[in-house]
């Protein structure tokens, strides 16, 4: 009883210090969408100020789905389908938007539309200047990703010349993780890289068109799905809450303003 009494007095003496903090919902996992989802998050937390989203950096989606699995997190955000062995995981996945996968250059390169064997070209090594595909006298410097990366998995599946498509290792850097690509291509002339598009990236760089479509056009061909993930024995009420906001009207508009495609929401079962 005085343990009670005493803290009620605190609160009563302390009256500018919260007795009780915010709950902080942290969303683990791929480096795809994050400043997407960091802006969801945002918005969230303006109509439910008592859950604050936290969106870490990248552990990729199958550090995301192992945190899931384990009970490390509540939730988490991929950018792939569950491989056969996670299906029996119990995990329940929500895909919320779709996001292009683009070519981004270094604006010192000069170019601004190329085809997918030209890019197959450059990122296999064998253009090895940008005057070679009309740009400017620059030495081609590849940025690319692990092999167990989304975005490039979606370009083997969908662009001709690329499903076995080997790098030069000698001639090009590898990113671990998109925001490392992102940054590796911002400050190195010449410097091209791919990863997931919104068009916060079009003050960073040049955004390619390939074979005249631009990443925001509908017939644009390569995209990743962005989906989160839960487990209904630990799902809580903040994360019910903020999967349900992000099919709402508001949350819905802010995904288009940031380039990416909003999925209906239906939650598959895995």
């Known amino acids: 009883m005085r343990r009670v009494l005493f803290s009620l007095a605190a609160c009563s003496v302390l ?18 969408g994050m400043e997407v989802l960091k ?16 969106v870490p950096p990248s552990i990729h989606s199958a550090g995301g789905i192992k945190a899931v699995a384990e009970g490390d997190a509540i939730v988490g955000r991929i950018a792939r389908p569950l491989k056969q062995e996670e299906l029996n995981l119990g995990l329940r996945v929500v895909p919320i938007f779709r996001q292009p996968t683009v070519f981004f250059v270094h604006p010192s390169a000069k170019v601004k ?18 005057r070679e595909v009309g ?26 010349g690329w499903k076995d498509l080997q790098f030069n290792k000698q001639r090009s850097k590898i990113a671990t993780t998109t925001q490392e690509a992102f940054a590796s291509v911002e400050k190195q002339q010449g410097a091209v890289g791919f990863g997931p598009y919104s ?3 079009e003050k960073r760089f040049t955004i390619i068109s ?47 303003e940031f380039g990416a495609i909003p999925l209906s929401g239906k939650r598959d079962a895995m």
């Open 15 to 32: 009256a500018a210090v919260p007795c009780s903090a915010a709950e902080k919902l942290a969303v683990v996992g791929t480096g795809d």
């Open 210 to 256: 390939m074979d005249g479509v631009y990443p925001t056009d509908s017939s644009y061909p390569s995209a990743v799905t962005l989906s989160l993930i839960y487990r209904d024995a630990t799902i809580t009420e903040a994360a019910h809450k903020f999967i349900h906001f992000v099919y709402t009207e508001k949350a819905q508009n802010i995904l288009r």
């Open 39 to 54: 802006a969801l998050g945002t918005a969230f937390t303006s109509e439910n100020p008592e859950i604050t989203i936290d």
């Open 135 to 160: 740009g400017d006298d620059v030495r081609v410097r590849v940025v690319r990703r692990e092999d167990a990366d989304s975005s490039l998995a979606v370009l083997r599946d969908t662009l001709s």
């Open 199 to 201: 068009r916060d990236l």
């Open 113 to 130: 539309s190329l085809t997918a064997a030209q890019l197959a070209e450059i990122f296999s090594g064998h253009v090895n200047n940008w």
